[in-house]
């Protein structure tokens, strides 16, 4: 499976007043994997930036004066997140700023379901706390000491890792245990990973595949050692 991890950073909060994305940073993940392939570019805005989003970010209208228009980049953003789906923290700001950009030059929006949102995740999962990127960062014991301010492309990377974490972390399929029922109101797609499919007990799951000839020997010997084995009852 697919996705790609998306971050932007923009001239302001609101794409319906006319801010525009200044940068875009994305990488993609392989079986909830990072690959190592990433997009990052900066923008000219072709516009002011306003004062707060510059304490945020760091980015000036004189260091985007020479970087190539959201015209000049929409195809290699395009050609590399292709059909997969995004994976962004407060995805209705991103996914609304990628969209009006799209929309200025006459093509299509993407679909707002298109993307899984971290931070719902984030609030379904911890009730109650910070749901930041800082603040699951530091829940996870993620190492941002690097992020003195805000960049698309740093903050995409960290992202990355906070959302396998918060799918269960990297070895989430080495538990004993079947995973827990998930609440009727969070969608699959919400999550990225697969449940674990019962037949109709819930103390019993699917077995992948069958036991072999040698399992099944050895675990008959087994039995003989045992006095008044359950499987025999």
């Known amino acids: 499976m697919r996705e790609i991890v998306l971050d932007t950073e923009t001239t302001g909060i609101d794409p319906s007043a006319g801010h525009r994305i200044i940068e875009i940073g994305a990488l993609e993940l392989h079986n909830q994997t990072p690959t190592g392939e990433q997009f990052h570019v900066y923008i000219n805005p072709e516009r002011d930036i306003d004062a707060g989003a510059v304490n945020i970010h760091g980015l000036t209208g004189e260091f985007l004066s020479d970087k190539p228009v959201f015209a ?3 195809g290699g953003f395009m050609d ?5 789906r995004l994976v962004i923290h407060n995805a209705p700001f991103d996914m609304g700023f990628i969209n009006a950009e799209l929309l200025r030059l006459g ?3 993407m679909p ?10 984030a609030r379904r999962k911890f009730p109650g706390a910070q749901a930041s990127l800082d603040a699951l960062c530091r829940r996870f014991e993620i190492d941002n000491s690097h992020r003195d301010l805000h960049g698309a492309l740093v903050d995409a990377d960290l992202l990355a890792t906070v959302y396998i974490e918060l799918l269960g972390g990297r070895q989430r399929n080495l538990s004993l245990e079947p995973e827990k029922a998930r609440p009727a109101t969070m969608a699959a797609a919400d999550i990225g990973a697969p449940a674990f499919t019962l037949n109709g007990d819930s103390s019993k799951f699917d077995r992948p595949h069958a036991p072999s000839d040698d399992e099944l020997a050895a675990h008959r010997t087994l039995l003989e050692r045992i006095k008044d084995p359950l499987w025999h009852r």
């Open 72 to 74: 000049d980049v929409v």
């Open 107 to 109: 093509l299509a929006a």
């Open 80 to 84: 590399f997140i292709g059909e997969s």
């Open 112 to 121: 707002m379901d298109r993307a899984v949102d971290t931070l719902v995740m």
